[in-house]
């Protein structure tokens, strides 16, 4: 079973930086795709950002050129930084993992973390 915990949420001005963390356990991690997600109060979830075991990333044209996606197969972690942060990026983001090649918004992940804040202010 995997289970995902992400953490490094929070409040920043706009401008600003925060990198999330997302810990993986289970089995595996090299093989499984991952995504952040992430969903503002009234709309619907969506990709921010996505990686593959081979290290292929895809970006949400919105964060494009200031969010970057990593992996760390050793410490079974992904991470997102993110810079010049602005109102509109404020969310609840979401780790995902899937057993596979990518997630997408149609290739959904197999499993969910329980989500942390991120709030920028103007």
């Known amino acids: 079973q995997v289970q995902l915990v992400e953490s490094g949420g929070g409040l920043v001005q706009a401008g600003g930086s925060l990198r999330l963390s997302c810990a993986f356990s289970?089995?595996?991690?090299?093989?499984?795709?991952m995504g952040w997600f992430r969903q503002a109060p009234g709309k619907q979830r969506e990709l921010v950002a996505d990686?593959?075991?081979?290290?292929?990333?895809n970006y949400a044209d919105s964060v494009k050129g200031r969010f970057t996606i990593s992996r760390d197969n050793t410490k079974r972690a992904v991470y997102l930084n993110m810079n010049s942060l602005k109102p509109e990026d404020t969310a609840i983001y979401y780790c995902?993992?899937?057993?596979?090649?990518?997630?997408?918004?149609?290739?959904?992940?197999?499993?969910w973390g329980q989500g942390t804040q991120v709030t920028v202010s103007s």
């Open positions: 995902g993992a899937r057993d596979g090649f990518r997630v997408s918004t149609v290739v959904l992940p197999d499993y």
């Open positions: 289970g089995r595996f991690f090299r093989n499984y795709a």
């Open positions: 990686l593959t075991g081979s290290d292929d990333t």
